[in-house]
């Protein structure tokens, strides 16, 4: 056995993907010198085509290099390139590549460039063995000899020397059988000068004991090509040496990856899909290994950072898992969760930026290194003797998820490019099932955003709800529901149902939900307020529409809208092609209320809406839900209902546990539709807690308001409101006797806040208005704006009344700090 190697021959030529790629050489201007018929019958351009002209014809440059000079440069530097591309071939259509671009060195140092292509569309499937399969073609070590006619070598790469210990010096120049003499390698010369004589490719493989592992027998193939200048005159052959072995070995445990990774993605979490990424890399791969994730792709929240375009600020980066041979993981100074520091000369940080990955093989641990930048991560690298690394990001449509680190500690094996292969390999995998978890993340965010946190029945009701998707994959739907704090103590209960599914249901439900709040705020009664939401949906409709003449998608929705006044215990309700709610009385007697149906919103046909009101006893349930409650695939709505009642019927239980019976009427089967249920339970205030009176419609009724005001204040002991609720009182009074007509009414209401209500009999509304300096007038309501937390006006029937709200926890200085205004009688114009 000789230094440089021993070879053996094999007569086995059926080493198909090496044999169905194709080779070309340009030089170092970027022009093509050789071409093969490998390369024509990919491409379909002939020798003649190509030869002499720019590789821009033939090979597509990467964006960040988009000219010749761009790219070889770029080209120098990397010493070579390699990516997953399409070309167009001759005759137009598109060609999916795996491309590979290597550096040759010729005599005195000079530089030629290999492009060795493999087309996706010609290999079997058995060849292409996914990803990893282009990955192993286009980035796996590869030897490649370039010789002349004579079978001299006169260009040559570095890793050939690592195939078969022959040095660059001691190879150009010289034949195969100057620097390797024997009859296996005058075999090797004569199949050279077969593909020289016939211009076809051929494939030997060989066995070997290479001089860097002299105990360990290598299968290699080589695949020998013609090269051909413009005429078609065979200028010499390529050969491209591929260690089979070690291919064999990594399509081993990709199978076991494989295998593995079948586990990764079985949750919607991103932390534990990171934990399960870090789970497979240990001991498969590495002996510690950690997955740190972008702090946007946890929380669903904030936009995605793009690789390349950070203009210098870091993301940062949460731990997310961590694995390790050793009990407890002793190497990680941080835990899941922990915010990982970046330094600036660390190679985590450049992978961060460039969104590359990043081998190091043999761990540079001296002083004056990026180890020393941060003390923690030096002194667990020190502790434990982490000798080797890789560090590979997580991205997904040019995002960057994350990144992972494997490292070697126990295993004195150095990382070598096989391992970063099959590490982005896992990781590529990894970050399908990661991006799908983010994007479920964000669901479930835009979801809670649009849908309210809590329920704010205020004295009115007590309630509760549930929601469940049918897209149970991405947690969102078109369902909604609301209870919306009213005027007097009045609540607003909604339920609403937007057509299909998904993340645009959901967004237009959000669209709805807004407004709804909007008309809700303005007081409207519920037949008047799903005529407005029915004008907002056809709205919405036709700004949907691509182009002006086009006619406007359907964009339908269903709802019902219910208000319930607590100091009257009537509950006033109109539906939009909605289910009608259940009602349960306190002894539990289920109802469903005769409601004029009306139609689906947005439709367009002019839908009018009735209202009904109804007098609730005190603690009676009300259900409000969408039709995926009551309605399956093999029952009809009535079925529904009725199970529904029944699961309802029991009104001492609490709301969430009869929201938790209601929604499993249907144990057996999945949801088709999404389901919500909004439960309230009805109060009542004491008739303690209102008092009201009838006023005359003159100026006696201001003092008399005032009066009666005190003393009820000073009844309920509020007398630190007095000052504020005088002034507040005395101004709407006076707006009333000034503007309004017939009877006039006033009603303090004490519950969370205290209100303030006057009733008139006129349909003008008051409104606030700036007044100038020398304007005796106008300073009414802003006056009652000041004092009050908020006030408005709502329409009743008869007319309207005219209501201002003040914090039980007022000081008593407030109303004092802007003084009594001098004559009452300022008024607000109407």
Not at 514 to 539: C, G, I, S, Y
Not at 686 to 706: F, G, I, K, N
Not at 778 to 786: E, I, N, P, W
Not at 805 to 819: K, T, V
Request: with cysteine; net charge negative.
């Amino acid at each position: 056995m000789s230094s440089t190697g021993n070879v053996i021959l094999s007569n086995q030529l059926n080493t198909r993907e090496t044999s169905e790629s194709a080779v070309a050489m340009f030089d170092e201007h970027g022009t093509v010198v050789a071409w093969t018929q490998a390369a024509e019958r990919l491409v379909g351009y002939s020798a003649g085509d190509v030869v002499g002209r720019s590789v821009a014809l033939v090979l597509p440059f990467p964006e960040e290099a988009p000219t010749t000079a761009a790219f070889v440069e770029r080209c120098r530097a990397r010493n070579g390139w390699s990516r997953t591309t399409a070309v167009r071939h001759r005759d137009g259509r598109m060609l999916d590549i795996n491309l590979r671009v290597s550096m040759l060195w010729g005599q005195d140092g000079t530089v030629r460039w290999l492009i060795s292509v493999t087309g996706n569309g010609t290999l079997s499937p058995q060849a292409m063995n996914g990803s990893v399969r282009e990955s192993l073609l286009t980035r796996a070590p590869i030897g490649i000899v370039v010789r002349d006619p004579q079978l001299r070598c006169t260009w040559v790469n570095d890793t050939m020397e690592c195939h078969d210990g022959i040095s660059l010096d001691r190879r150009l120049g010289r034949r195969f059988t100057d620097v390797l003499p024997g009859v296996k390698a005058e075999a090797v010369e004569a199949a050279m000068r077969q593909v020289l004589h016939s211009g076809t490719t051929k494939v030997h493989q060989y066995r070997m004991w290479p001089s860097t592992s002299p105990r360990q027998e290598h299968t290699m193939a080589a695949s020998f090509f013609c090269l051909q200048d413009a005429d078609g005159q065979a200028l010499g052959v390529c050969t491209i040496n591929v260690d089979v072995t070690e291919s064999r070995h990594a399509r081993e445990r990709l199978a076991i990856l494989g295998e593995a990774s079948t586990r990764l993605g079985r949750t919607q979490d991103v932390m534990q899909t990171g934990q399960e990424l870090a789970d497979l890399a240990v001991p498969l791969l590495a002996d510690f290994a950690v997955v740190d994730l972008e702090q946007s792709v946890s929380f669903g929240e904030g936009p995605p950072v793009r690789t390349g375009s950070m203009d210098g600020r870091l993301p940062v980066l949460r731990r997310a898992g961590l694995a390790s041979i050793h009990q407890g993981v002793p190497e990680s100074p941080w835990v899941r969760g922990d915010r990982v520091p970046m330094t600036p000369a660390a190679p985590l940080t450049d992978v961060v930026r460039t969104g590359r990955p990043h081998l190091e093989p043999l761990l540079d641990t001296a002083p004056g290194t990026w180890i020393d930048e941060d003390p923690v991560r030096a002194q667990k690298i020190h502790q434990h003797g982490m000798h080797s690394v890789m560090i590979v990001p997580i991205r997904a449509r040019r995002a960057l998820l994350g990144v992972v680190l494997f490292i070697r500690t126990e295993d004195p094996v150095p990382f070598q490019e096989v391992d970063l292969l099959l590490a982005e390999e896992l990781v590529s995998r990894a970050a399908l099932s990661l991006n799908n978890a983010r994007e479920h993340t964000t669901c479930l965010a835009l979801q809670r955003n649009l849908l309210p946190r809590r329920l704010r029945g205020g004295v009115a009701v007590e309630a509760a709800s549930c929601y469940l998707p049918a897209d149970m994959d991405n947690g969102v739907g078109g369902d909604w529901f609301d209870v919306i704090p009213l005027s007097g103590a009045r609540v607003a209960l909604v339920v609403g149902d937007v057509i299909g599914h998904g993340i645009n249901a959901a967004v237009t439900m959000g669209r709805l939900r807004t407004a709804v709040h909007t008309l809700a705020d303005m007081e409207l009664p519920p037949d008047e307020l799903l005529a407005r939401l029915d004008d907002t949906v056809q709205r919405l409709a036709e700004e949907g529409a691509d182009a002006p003449d086009q006619t406007p998608a359907m964009l339908g929705a269903t709802c019902l809208y219910a208000v319930y006044d607590p100091v009257t215990r009537r509950c006033a309700m109109a539906r939009a092609g909605h289910p009608p709610p259940a009602i349960i009385d306190p002894q539990g007697r289920v109802t469903f209320p005769d409601l004029p149906t009306g139609a689906p919103l947005g439709i367009g046909l002019g839908a009018h809406f009735e209202a009904v009101e109804l007098e609730l006893p005190e603690g009676s349930l009300l259900a409000l839900y969408t039709d995926g409650l009551i309605e399956t695939r093999d029952h009809d709505i009535d079925v529904g209902m009725r199970r529904l009642g029944t699961a309802l019927a029991q009104p001492d239980r609490s709301l969430e546990d009869l929201c938790a019976r209601a929604t499993e009427t249907f144990p057996d089967q999945a949801p088709f539709d999404d389901v919500t249920l909004l439960l309230v339970r009805t109060r009542s205030l004491s008739p303690a807690q209102v008092a009201s009176w009838t006023l005359p419609s003159d100026q006696t009724a201001v003092r008399s308001a005032r009066h009666m005001a005190a003393r009820q204040l000073a009844e309920w002991g509020l007398e630190g409101l007095e000052d504020s609720t005088k002034l507040i009182v005395s101004e709407l009074v006076t707006n009333a006797v000034r503007h309004g007509t017939g009877p006039i009414s006033l009603r303090l209401i004490k519950h969370q806040v205290l209100t303030c209500e006057v009733f008139d009999a006129s349909d003008c509304y008051p409104r606030q208005s700036r007044a100038r300096t020398i304007d005796e007038n106008g300073r009414g309501l802003f006056l009652v704006a000041q004092l009050s937390r908020r006030w408005g006006t709502r329409s009743v029937s008869g007319g309207k009344v005219v209501w201002a709200e003040e914090d039980l926890a007022s000081a008593p200085s407030h109303a004092r700090a802007f003084g009594t205004p001098p004559g009452l009688e300022e008024q607000l114009a109407c």
